[in-house]
């Protein structure tokens, strides 16, 4: 009921976003007179906003064709190299360069495209080779490919590494961190020749006892099956997982739209007046970020419910109770994986100290492995996208792995 009420929704508010995108073109009109006076510019920048904020959504692309690298123009091309029935290795691939670091970024699970990254591998992509989980969305996965869970996800992790090879650096934005900090340790236990030579961490809920944030305080006053009552959906007839038991991620982006809805509100209320100011600059750099903000998948039931239970709720990983497929996942195990933690200094989804507790927990990793930055300034968004990503953390991130490179 809950997802046909809103599909319903959406579809009043796609016809209704196309009317006032066609309205506000026909207002801003070079030709229309009252493009240039009266009301008229005023009531095309709210029809133009208005559309914009309830257009549907589909799954982005990476947009990403080319590189500068040394001076040079190189072209890019992206590459499905692996491909399971939840998620994909996209590799991308630069005419005539080889040799460089190769590094696996691990896209959440968290409601949004692999796309959300897009910055991220952009800045990365000029000194690394670059490849990148993208994980499907749960609606358009059919019943017959069974189901996936945290434990899944992990093993997708460990395929993964092992299909790009020995030498591999690993790069985890937020919710990975658990996964990729479980498969490290499993495959250094294991002595896995794949195993990545570096692990960094940004904004990730290793343990999310440490400076709590609403995010954390939701998933521990209510009891788990509060989560599986009221926040699971089941797929309706016309997508391809028809009947998949999933959270869909309309309500994630509900969720964090709200935790943050005064921001949210004041920045359409910036882009209204650029676009009846005619900057169009500035208004058009609001719009691409909430058209990847906007643009929502659903995660299966399983893997919701697992995470919030052990990660969230039960704190297994910090607990040195957090096993996979029935094996206890041992931190002490990894001895040789140098382990970076970045945390935003006003995250307010993964408070300071959650990602940092991962190299606490690894006890036989020798200090010189172990990093631990704070991003002043930062907001969770903004350890990974953004000028300051680009400028002052991305620079960390390029220093640690070259320096464990070999």
Known sequence: MLYNMYEMQRSVLAGASAMAGWSAELLQNP???FAYMGMGPIVASALDVFSHASAPRGKPAFGIETVEIDGETVPVSVEIEARLPFGQLKHFVKDGVSGQPKLLIVAPMSGHYATLLRDTVARMLPGHDVWITDWRDAKTVPLANGHFDLDDYIDYLIGFLEHIGPGAHMLAVC????PCYAAAA????????DRPRTLTMMGGPIDTREAP???????????HTWFEQNVIATVPLYYQGAGRRVYPG???????MSMNL?????????MFKHLVEGDGDSADATKKFYEEYRSTCDMTAEFYLQTVDVVFQRHLLPRGKFQHRGKLIDPSAITDIAMLAIEGERDDISGLGQTEAALKLSSKLPKKKKKYHIAEEVGHYGIFHGRKWRERIAPVVEDWIATHDA
Not at 186 to 193: E, F, I, K, R, T
Not at 214 to 223: D, E, F, I, K
Not at 250 to 256: H, I, M, P, S, V
Not at 262 to 270: C, F, K, Q, R, Y
């Open 31 to 33: 030709v229309n007179p």
């Open 186 to 193: 499993l495959m250094s236990a294991s002595d896995h020749p």
């Open 250 to 256: 309309f309500l994630q982006l509900a969720g964090f």
């Open 175 to 178: 919710q990975p961190s658990v």
């Open 213 to 223: 944030t609403s995010v954390n305080t939701l998933a521990t006053q209510r009891a």
């Open 262 to 270: 005064g921001n949210h509100m004041i920045t359409h209320w910036e």
